[in-house]
DNA sequence: TAGATTGTTAATCGATTAACAATC
DNA sequence: TAGATTGTTAATCGATTAACAATC
């Protein structure tokens, strides 16, 4: 889409949204410009790095003066897209599904526009204005209207099949918590949060601390 | 504390999980064995990186034969540390704890044993025979308690002190879900699970695909 | 024994850090 | 102008991949 982009190390992009946490907290402190040495001495980052990483998407810096953070907060959520809206669909409706739906309500830009789930006990139930619809009415929920991201929180053992159902609706995007590595064809991008993953790699850290 | 483990880098680590939840599906659908050859099918990594990680905990393969399905997912689960229990504590019960707490109902090894807030609504509920404590109390229950993983589901600004608290309690590891980076001293381990950080990565990947 | 597949060393690739000339 | 700090190139470091001898 964004053609002029030039492919950009995921491991840089996964620093990005740190560096605009970062910024809006100087930004809240009145403080209106800063060096890399101070960015590395907030992030941990070395100043190196972050000149690099901010390198890939213009020179946002002047030289001997630094960074304007308001500019640089301002370019860094443009970078991430975060100056445009995006329509989401929440799929499971459970305890985390409430609990994502409950994020989203203050997270602007992203419009959580329908919930689905399979159980009756859930269907019917609103959540500011947004009621929970039976699973069955996805696919002409996604014809009719037109999805960015889909959420899945579902048991695993729908997970993929929800994905499918998504890339086949046009959806471009997946943020999956479901315990499962899902696959999709197409150019739907997917963005997993393995909430056990992330507790077992604590449990390794916390057997082999030094 | 395991002192025979040499450091193994994070991108090992992180990748243990994944092992892990593949050896299980193989398991439940009654394959005992497997190549790194079919593990690479499987996972999307290579074959050759899969040695390479499992090599670095020991030689659990064989010559000519691959390596066995139940052990090495009990091998897997050993290195992580998933052979032992952990008593766990949650503080902050909003949406995103209660859904943290009900997803550790499930999760043997994780023995949630108590969980605090300071909203005067929430403190008294209970969820499974936990009752929801004042955050107040969290010191004493940690000078009484032998606590190694300390959840931290409140938000921002007080996710810091709450950190330091544990700390202090003599608590292992943090997991955290506030969306800012916590610094303790000694040898506290942390987790974070930035969910906006996921969030954002997604965004700009749906604006650069392909 | 022959075939398969590991464990491990060596080669490559990519990401981070260091250095410094450009420039505000 | 002098001082500061970027943007960028070069050096280093680490992680991934390839190759193959060891061995089941």
Not at 30 to 46: A, F, H, N, P
Not at 68 to 94: C, P, S, T, W
Not at 117 to 130: R, T
Request: with cysteine.
């Amino acid at each position: 889409m964004n053609s002029k982009s030039k492919n950009v190390s995921p491991s840089v992009i996964r620093r990005l949204p740190k560096y605009r946490r970062s910024l809006l907290e100087l930004q809240t402190a009145g403080i209106s410009r800063i060096s890399s040495r101070e960015l590395s001495r907030i992030t941990g980052l070395t100043a190196s790095q972050i000149r690099q990483d901010l390198n890939n998407f213009g020179g946002f810096g002047q030289q001997g003066y630094g960074y304007n953070v308001a500019e640089l907060f301002a370019e860094v959520g443009g970078i991430l897209g975060l100056d445009k809206e995006y329509n989401v669909i929440l799929v499971g409706f459970g305890n985390l599904g409430q609990a994502v739906s409950n994020y989203l309500q203050n997270k602007i830009g992203f419009n959580l526009c329908a919930i689905f789930d399979i159980s009756q006990g859930l269907i019917g139930k609103e959540l500011s204005g947004i009621k929970v619809r039976h699973a069955d009415e996805m696919k002409s929920f996604l014809a009719e209207n037109q999805v960015d991201i889909g959420i899945i929180a579902a048991d695993k053992g729908s997970a993929q099949k929800i994905a499918e159902a998504l890339s086949e609706g046009g959806i471009k995007g997946i943020w999956n918590f479901a315990p499962v590595d899902i696959i999709v064809s197409g150019d739907v991008v997917i963005e997993n949060v393995h909430l056990s993953d992330s507790l077992y790699t604590l449990a390794y850290y916390i057997n082999n601390r030094e």
